[in-house]
DNA sequence: TAATATAGTTAGACTATACTAACTTTATTA
DNA sequence: TAATAAAGTTAGTATAGTCTAACTATATTA
């Protein structure tokens, strides 16, 4: 079964899975090269691996899922992006691209919990924001 | 010359450089491989990469020191972590040795410019934070 | 339905990173 | 200063991720 754990890579390639699935009916391996940017024979690869984790249903030339784990994974990745890209670009003011470029790169590496915490200060902060706002 | 860019692996190895002759007079393979938990081996092939790259002085055997174009890289990324750190832990209330690690996984993937804006944004926050707090 | 286009896969190569084991150089000390 | 210990290096192996080119399967359509 090859560990469960996912990497960064991994991680990019069920997030893209997921996306396409709320987008669109299903997934097709070409959707998910074009949208991450990589050769045909790449995602074939990540789904091998994916499957063998346990995270989508998937075998030679057949439709592509997501198991329940799958799932839960990528909402969370996908919670996490969003999370991320509010705080940039609403609280810090990054430019839209670049704000979406770099959540995609820290969603991989903060845990739920900092995630959680970051959630709270948004909401703390835009409350406050708003009393101040109206006064 | 093999590319000036550095990888996040390469940064982290440049940082220990930077703070290990902070902290002591000079910089030794051993201590690179103690602090970042890797095999000596490892460190001399990163030493080599950082030295063809320009960011170190180093050769067979020899001193490690760092280049102009090293020194300011390596603070800029200990910027980043401090910035980082001080957001997690203090802001967010993230307990210290994991607000320690993620900072040490965000630091590599967050420009310059979002690093200003985390900056400015803690700057203001505390700011108001103390104005609130002494009214 | 046969020809063709599209989608998907496999094989082989390459880069980056790290490891262990063996070897070399430098430093320590008996 | 010769023996030993510590530090550093090299060689070879492994994993992860990606690519291109060639091949196979599926879908489309004339």
Redesign the interface.
């Known amino acids: 079964m090859s560990e469960l754990k996912l990497t960064a890579s991994l991680e990019d390639y069920l997030e893209a899975v997921y996306e396409i699935i709320e987008e669109k009916q299903g997934v097709r391996a070409s959707g998910i090269s074009q949208r991450l940017g990589v050769a045909r024979s790449s995602v074939t690869e990540a789904l091998k691996l994916l499957a063998a984790k346990g995270y989508i249903n998937y075998g030679r030339y057949d439709v592509i899922s997501l198991t329940d784990l799958g799932e839960k994974k990528a909402k969370a990745i996908s919670e996490k992006h969003k999370t991320l890209y509010g705080f ?1 670009s609403k ?4 430019e839209d691209k ?1 704000a979406n470029l ?1 959540a995609c ?2 969603e991989h ?3 739920d ?2 995630n959680d ?2 959630i709270n ?1 948004i909401k703390q ?1 835009e409350k406050e924001r708003s009393k101040k706002v109206s006064k």
Chains 1, 2 share one sequence.
Do not use: C, D, H, Q
């Open positions: 940039l609280i810090l003011g990054v670049e770099t790169k820290i590496v903060i845990s919990e900092v915490k970051l200060f902060y």
